[in-house]
Nanobody, 122 residues
Framework: QVQLVESGGELVQAGGSLRLSCAAS????????MGWFRQAPGKEREFVAA????????NYADSVKGRFTISRDNAKNTVYLQMNSLKPEDTAVYYC???????????????WGQGTQVTVSS
């Protein structure tokens, strides 16, 4: 089982940028598709982005397309989420996740991180 630790969440003004990182340890990182979810107060956890094991296939939620970029560095066992043009509605706890494959990411999550808080002020 892979263990995941997120970092990079903080308070930022609307229009600003943040980069989240998720460091993995344990089982081989490159065996997993990786991704990000988020959960805002009073709302269900929602999918944000996912990237395949080799980094070639990427999916985004419609709400973040064109603003967020997911990437991974298998040599560093780390996945990133670059968030630009942030909006107050992006405020949430962001969770890193490891899954079987991008195509079935949401339904095959194997491991969750503990989450990192992103707050976007208006």
């Amino acid at each position: 089982q892979v263990q995941l630790v997120e970092s990079g969440g903080e308070l930022v003004q609307a229009g600003g940028s943040l980069r989240l990182s998720c460091a993995a340890s344990g089982r081989t990182f490159s065996n997993y598709a990786m991704g990000w979810f988020r959960q805002a107060p009073g709302k269900e956890r929602e999918f944000v982005a996912a990237i395949s094991r080799n980094g070639i296939t990427i999916n985004y939620a419609d709400s973040v397309k064109g603003r967020f970029t997911i990437s991974r560095d298998n040599a560093k066992n780390t996945v990133y989420l670059q968030m630009n043009s942030l909006k107050p509605e992006d405020t949430a706890v962001y969770y890193c996740a490891a899954a079987q494959a991008v195509a079935v990411f949401t339904s095959t999550v194997r491991t969750w991180g503990q989450g990192t808080q992103v707050t976007v002020s208006s």
